[in-house]
């Protein structure tokens, strides 16, 4: 809460001195304007895109940053080399790009990976061969909870919570629903947590899940309906989100609830996609800055995309965490040794040592430290859907619940809080 | 022509040099990421020589291969977290208790032929979707179904293949293993019997025959193969994931084996490595996995219509067509 | 014969009661209302997809898997002309046409070249075509949540408690009307009749002179048409998701079995049994979270009743 106050002012001010200005130039890393030449750092990406969704976003943006400091010096004279794959959403296809990424190539660390099942098909993978992987879109608990796996995006867990919190002291919800996928990493892990927060409250949340093979959600509705809860938590990829809004349109339920989502939902394509009917009664997490806020890192990221991504590349969430991610990292990268630059260990210790770094994309700082878990995002805002687009209800807020002690006290350690 | 029990076939010794091939030099030569592709092609190959010997012997369709797989998997990853066996009793486990598996299927099955029990066992592989998706696959949890939030242990690999490359080669060699149960199944009784009643039910049972024990029988080896193959994938990744276990995989995975040519060992092989290899080359080559699905359904299709004794009898017919050239040439 | 079917019937709705009430019991009469209201919405799309299958089944022999991605194809057509401001009408019938267009393409161009192979390799190249179609599908059109909305939507009556848009009910009255419909047509008209010939025996109609080509070519519009119907309900009413709607199939295939893959009525009514089923499982504690498994469960069940009594029959083809 309280760096979220500050920095709150700080984006404002920052707003207001951009507003009007011409694009900002994309500034990267030394910012030398000349190209790197030396040997290539090859760093590794993973991400999914299949049939169920494209997580590129992260690695396009975070490719697209790389770009921009090699072009602009690189790490003290020399490139990076990233080298994505695509796991297809498929588990074999997972392992297979984890071994040709980390066990076939010299790769220093991953970063941007934005997938489904990746983290937790090669978490293992990742603690043998002592990679450090900075992900950017991740979505199960693999990710927050293993040794070498540090996101920037908050997963559901966090906003879910962050969700219900506004919901609880803002809009008066004293029973969330929380609808999940029926998967133990995600669904039941997160709902899980968001009815420890409310029991913490005093008040009462259910999970109501739905079978990720099951193509219909009106049941899952009803179920959540019949539960009496007052405020419905729509823990859905965006797609069955939107089927379950329109679900519950066709029942005509918008008044009888509260509708609360995370951040899945804050897609400029949902306020469009929903339709009038849900105008200004939708609240959603957004765990990092709206793109409507224009801070200096939210302007060279567009920037950096503009010159150096592809016009498809998408503006979101996801895009913003994977060029954070690979900010993050190629400055963790210029403060080292420059002798050290190709050897894994000594990037991971580079990596763990992170602390303190800020952005305002991100309501805190973002930190590693040397802990089984990893969770640094933790703070957001809230964003209803309103006009056909988001309107900011909330400011950055710390999320309040039982779960990030052990986040509180690391931070403690590394003098944050 | 010599029946002995024995005696090698010339397509037996090209069996038998690949098998030697992909023991002996392909491990030294790939990469981990190749390991990984052709472990995994070893698994499915193992699976789909189990459905394509169905399909061949008996002409009955199983489209539930990769869920018996799921099946065997599933047993194999409970076993690894209760108990400290070792792998190969683990996998034993799994590979009986999918077979049983297999009978219980069989039976709605035994009255029913062609497109009926084809649909039956899409119905299991539906099912079975559902379950795993739904319970998911132990990792090490408490309960029944062993589940937790978050990644336990690996799965225990076998001792003697602890590295990549040797639990490649002993992927292989049970596969080989695999192929030679079938072989020996062919040459004894039961083949006998199946041959029958490919033939004819009638005429097997008029034959005093026991149809419905050879059936069931059929069944039970393609889930021990199925279920032996769960478990080595098992190995493989050190967990598993519902994804890999749709039943539009085991559809797929039907429609490869008769792609490959089901009579032949070798179409299993082709089969498999259709499967699992041609996705990552297609990947490296950098066609977009959308497009890939183009690419197989249109060979799915151009096989299926053009080949009906799929790629291996092609190659079979070629080979044949060479050698009966070169005889002529000598002559 | 007719006392043993009149069996089925009795057994059938003793069954469906004995279900609602099982798991209904101790629930709130309302709620139990919302959800054999919502079952009979998902179990109508079940039965149109199950009657376009058996449909085509009966005439051509052909099983097809590829229904569900040339409906996915349709739907994602009528959004993209709808999103490009396309009258909406327009952009319906599209949906349709692509259907249809996509259906009768295999019909006449690939599905001859199999006429004489086995019923299940002619089931499973038509898988290979919906991977071909859901490979295009979802290339041309990046994942993103979408909707598509008809404007029956907005319409809604209230039936026990629960507001059900008229689409729904469109739906539910389409699949009855259609079953009727094909029911007629089989039964009136020459091409009906020629059809039911092509489904008794193939070769006996072939040599009686009944233009196979044309009657098959009918076939596959009546079912690409379907098709394209199907996909579009399905998007609006369920989810518009390529991937979704083109596997929706194998639950079609599920109530086509209960109908033995040749009576409409029966599929009709498997169909709204299996929605209203797999709904009232949600009452259910400990069945709730595999409650898609129903379709599947009820597929089999039936097949194993149908089966009863019976022993290995040699004559006939599969």
């Excluded at chain 1, 040397?370 to 309103?386: C, K, L, R, S, W």
């Excluded at chain 2, 076939?9 to 992909?22: C, D, E, Y």
Aim: proline share 4%.
């Amino acid at each position: 809460m309280r760096y979220g106050k500050t920095l709150g002012v700080a984006t404002a001010l920052v707003t207001l001195t951009m507003a009007g200005q011409a694009m900002a130039e994309a500034s990267c890393g030394m910012n030398t304007g000349e190209a790197a030449t030396g040997d290539p750092i090859i760093v590794g990406g993973i991400y999914g895109d299949a049939a169920p969704g494209d997580w590129s976003s992260s690695t396009d943006s975070a490719a697209a940053y790389f770009a921009c400091v090699n072009a602009n010096g690189g790490i003290n004279g020399r490139p990076i080399d990233y080298r994505v794959e695509n796991d297809q959403w498929n588990p074999e296809s997972a392992a297979q790009a984890a071994a040709l990424l980390v066990n076939d190539t010299p790769t220093v660390a991953m970063v941007g990976n934005g997938s489904f099942i990746e983290m937790a098909v090669n978490a293992n993978t990742y603690e043998e061969a002592g990679i450090m992987v900075m992900a950017s879109a991740c979505a199960i608990s693999e990710c927050f909870e293993t040794p070498n796996i540090v996101s920037t995006n908050q997963g559901p867990l966090p906003s879910n919570l962050g969700a219900a919190q506004y919901a609880v002291e803002e809009l008066g919800a004293t029973h969330t629903a929380c609808i999940g996928l029926n998967i133990p990493n995600n669904g039941i892990w997160s709902c899980g947590a968001v009815n420890d927060f409310m029991e913490s409250r005093g008040l009462q949340g259910t999970s109501v899940l739905i079978n990720p093979g099951a193509p219909d959600v009106n049941s899952a509705l009803l179920e959540a309906m019949a539960s009496g809860a007052d405020t419905i938590l729509i823990n859905q990829p965006a797609g069955i989100a939107l089927a379950i809004l329109s679900a519950a349109e066709e029942q005509d339920l918008r008044d009888q609830f509260i509708w609360i989502a995370p951040t899945p939902l804050y897609d400029l394509s949902v306020p469009e996609a929903v339709g009038d009917y849900w105008d200004g009664h939708v609240y959603v997490n957004a765990e990092l800055a709206p793109l409507n806020l224009e801070g200096p890192d939210a302007q060279n990221w567009v920037a950096v995309l503009d010159e150096y991504g592809n016009d498809d590349d998408p503006r979101d969430t996801f895009g913003q965490a994977g060029y954070l991610s690979a900010r993050f990292f190629v400055d963790a990268m210029l403060e080292m040794d420059p002798a050290q630059l190709d050897d894994r260990a000594a990037v991971s210790d580079a990596i763990r040592g992170i602390s303190g770094y800020t952005s305002d994309l991100m309501c805190g700082p973002y930190y590693v430290g040397d802990a089984d878990f990893h969770m640094p995002n933790h703070a957001g805002y809230m964003v209803q859907i309103t006009g056909g687009s988001f309107e900011i209800v909330r400011e950055c807020y710390e999320y309040d619940s039982p779960y990030f002690e052990p986040h509180r006290a690391l931070e403690a350690e590394l003098g944050l809080n | 022509m010599d029946r002995s029990l024995f005696r090698i076939t010339r397509s037996g010794w090209a069996g038998l040099a690949l098998a030697a091939f992909a023991i002996v030099i392909l491990p030294s030569i790939s990469s981990r990421f190749w390991l990984s592709v052709f472990t995994s092609a070893g698994c499915f190959t193992i699976a789909i020589a189990g459905v394509a010997f169905m399909y061949a012997r008996l002409g009955m369709v199983s489209l539930t291969q990769v869920g018996l797989m799921g099946v065997g998997g599933w047993v194999a990853l409970r076993l690894n977290y209760a108990f400290d066996f070792p792998f190969e009793v683990n996998m034993a486990l799994a590979a009986l208790t999918t077979m049983v598996f297999g009978w219980i299927l069989a039976l709605p099955a035994l009255r029913m032929r062609g497109l009926y029990l084809a649909l039956v066992t899409l119905m299991a592989a539906g099912g079975l979707e559902i379950i795993f998706a739904t319970f998911q696959f132990p990792n090490g949890g408490d309960g029944f179904w062993g589940v937790q939030t978050g990644s336990g242990e690996a799965f225990r690999r076998p001792w003697i293949a602890q590295s990549p490359e040797a639990y490649l080669r002993y992927v292989i060699a049970c596969a080989v293993l695999g192929f030679l149960l079938i072989e020996l199944h062919r040459r004894l009784q039961p083949g006998r019997a199946w041959a029958l009643i490919r033939r004819s039910e009638a005429a097997a049972m008029a034959a005093g025959v026991n149809v419905t024990l050879y059936k069931t029988w059929a069944f039970g080896i393609a889930g021990l193969l199925g279920g032996g193959a769960g478990a080595l994938l098992a190995g493989s990744l050190g967990l598993l994931d519902d994804g890999t276990f749709r039943a539009s995989e085991s559809v797929l995975v039907f429609a490869l084996a008769v792609v490959g040519g089901a009579r032949y060992w070798q179409g299993a092989v082709v089969a498999a490595l259709l499967y699992k290899v041609l996705p990552p080359l297609l990947n490296n080559w950098g066609v977009d996995a959308d497009l890939a699905y183009i690419i197989f359904g249109a060979g799915l299709l151009h096989a299926v219509i053009t080949a009906p004794d799929g790629i291996a009898g092609q190659i079979m017919g070629a080979v044949k067509g060479l050698s009966r050239r070169k005889e002529r040439a000598d002559a | 014969m007719t006392i043993a079917r009149f069996g089925n019937w009795i057994l059938w709705a003793v069954l469906m009661a004995l279900i609602i009430g099982w798991f209904g019991w101790g629930g709130r009469p309302q709620m139990i209302g919302l959800f054999i209201a919502s079952g009979l919405a998902v179990g109508s799309l079940y039965a149109l997809g199950g009657i376009g299958i058996v449909v085509l089944y009966r005439a051509t022999g052909v099983l097809n898997f590829a229904g569900g991605a040339a409906g996915a194809a349709g739907a994602m057509t009528a959004w993209q002309l709808t999103d490009w401001g396309v009258w909406d009408p327009i952009s319906w019938i599209a949906c349709l046409a692509v259907a249809l267009a996509i259906t009768l393409f295999y019909g006449r161009l690939i599905a001859p070249r199999l006429a004489w192979r086995e019923t299940v390799v002619k089931a499973v190249a038509t898988l290979g075509f919906a991977l071909i179609i859901l490979g295009a599908v979802s290339f041309l059109w990046v994942d993103d949540p979408r909707s598509i909305s008809l404007p029956t939507d907005a319409i809604g009556v209230r039936i026990l408690g629960m507001r059900v848009t008229a689409t729904r009910l469109l739906v539910f009255f389409a699949s009855i009307g259609i079953v009727v419909g094909i029911w007629l047509f089989l039964a009136r008209t020459q091409i009906g009749l020629q059809m039911r010939a092509l489904a008794n025996d193939r070769d006996l109609a072939a040599l009686m002179g009944i233009p196979i080509l044309r009657v098959e070519t009918i076939a596959w519009g009546i079912s690409g048409l379907l098709a394209g119907f199907t996909g579009l309900m399905f998007a609006d009413l369920i989810r518009l998701e390529p991937t979704i709607i083109t596997f929706m199939v194998i639950p079609s295939i599920a109530a086509a079995i209960c109908g033995r893959l040749e009576n409409l009525t029966v599929v009709l009514l498997g169909g709204l049994s299996m929605g209203v089923i797999e709904n009232m499982l949600t009452m259910s504690p400990m069945l709730r979270g595999v409650r898609p498994i129903a379709p599947f469960v009820i597929a089999a069940l039936v097949l194993l009743w149908y089966q009863r009594g019976s022993r290995l029959t040699f004559g006939g083809r599969d």
